[in-house]
T-cell receptor, first 119, second 107 residues
Framework: EVQLVESGGGLVKPGGSLRLSCAAS????????MNWVRQAPGKGLEWVASIGTAYIYYADSVKGRFTISRDSAQNSVYLQMDSLRADDTAIYYC??????????????WGQGVLITVSS | DIQMTQSPSSVSASVGDRVTITCRAS??????LAWFQQKPGKAPQLLIYAASSLQSGVPSRFSGSGSGTDFTLTISSLQPEDFATYYC?????????FGPGTKVDIK
C-alpha cells in the first residue's frame, strides 16, 4: 500500500524557516517524481515544487525561498522553507507522480501538514 | 504559465442528477489533464487522468472527455458521497496549474 506521511509542520514567525519531511512507503521511491502541493485555508490547490530523477522545478511564488530535495536511502522527500511569509500559510501535501500510464499525473497524496506563518 | 478555468464555480444538485463540470486551459494541453475530488478536511484524490482515463478504484459514474483546451468531467448519477469540490489540473508543462475548483453541494 502506498503511504505518504508528512511531518514538520507548525507555527513559525514571518521570516523564519521550517523543514517539511515526507516519508514514503509501499513503492519503489527512487523511480518516482515527487511533489509538494499546498492549499491555503479555504482556498484552492497550488503546486509548489517537483523533484524528479533529473530535474527540479519550483513555482515562482516560492523560487529562491524553498528548496526541495530527496533521499532515496531514507525514501523521503523534503521541503526546506526559508524567508516564510504570511501567504505561505497553508496545508502542504506530499504528492507522488505516477509512472507508466499515469506518468506526470499526481496519483497519491499524503494527508497534509499545516504550516502557519504568523507573529 | 497555463491558466486553468472551471465552470460553474458551484452547483447544487440532487442525488441521481447528472452533473457536468467544464475546465478550460489557456493553451493547448493535448490530453494532459487530470480531475481531482476533494472532500472537506481530506486530501484530494485523483479521479481522471489523461483527460478520460479512470483512475483505479474510481466508480464508473465518473467520466472525462476533451482535448486541446476544453475538457469536461461528468458524474452520470450523483451519489451522496460525491458531494465535494472538484479540481482540474494541467500536466502539460511547468508550472503545474489547477483550476479554481467547482463545489458540488446538495440541492
Amino acid at each position: 500500500e502506498v503511504q505518504l506521511v508528512e511531518s514538520g509542520g507548525g507555527l513559525v514567525k514571518p521570516g523564519g524557516s521550517l523543514r517539511l519531511s515526507c516519508a514514503a512507503s509501499g513503492f519503489a521511491f527512487s523511480l518516482y517524481t515527487m511533489n509538494w502541493v499546498r492549499q491555503a485555508p479555504g482556498k484552492g490547490l497550488e503546486w509548489v515544487a517537483s523533484i524528479g530523477t533529473a530535474y527540479i522545478y519550483y513555482a515562482d511564488s516560492v523560487k529562491g525561498r524553498f528548496t526541495i530535495s530527496r533521499d532515496s536511502a531514507q525514501n523521503s522527500v523534503y521541503l526546506q522553507m526559508d524567508s516564510l511569509r504570511a501567504d505561505d500559510t497553508a496545508i502542504y501535501y506530499c504528492v507522488r507522480e505516477g509512472v507508466g500510464t499515469t506518468t506526470y499525473f499526481l496519483d497519491y497524496w499524503g494527508q497534509g501538514v499545516l504550516i502557519t506563518v504568523s507573529s | 504559465d497555463i491558466q486553468m478555468t472551471q465552470s460553474p464555480s458551484s452547483v447544487s444538485a440532487s442525488v441521481g442528477d447528472r452533473v457536468t463540470i467544464t475546465c478550460r486551459a489557456s493553451l493547448d494541453i493535448s490530453r494532459w489533464l487530470a480531475w481531482f475530488q476533494q472532500k472537506p478536511g481530506k486530501a484530494p484524490q485523483l479521479l481522471i487522468y489523461a483527460a478520460s482515463s479512470l483512475q483505479s478504484g474510481v466508480p464508473s459514474r465518473f467520466s472525462g472527455s476533451g482535448s486541446g483546451t476544453d475538457f469536461t468531467l461528468t458524474i452520470s448519477s450523483l451519489q451522496p458521497e460525491d458531494f465535494a469540490t472538484y479540481y482540474c489540473q494541467q500536466a502539460n508543462s511547468f508550472p503545474r496549474t489547477f483550476g479554481p475548483g467547482t463545489k458540488v453541494d446538495i440541492k
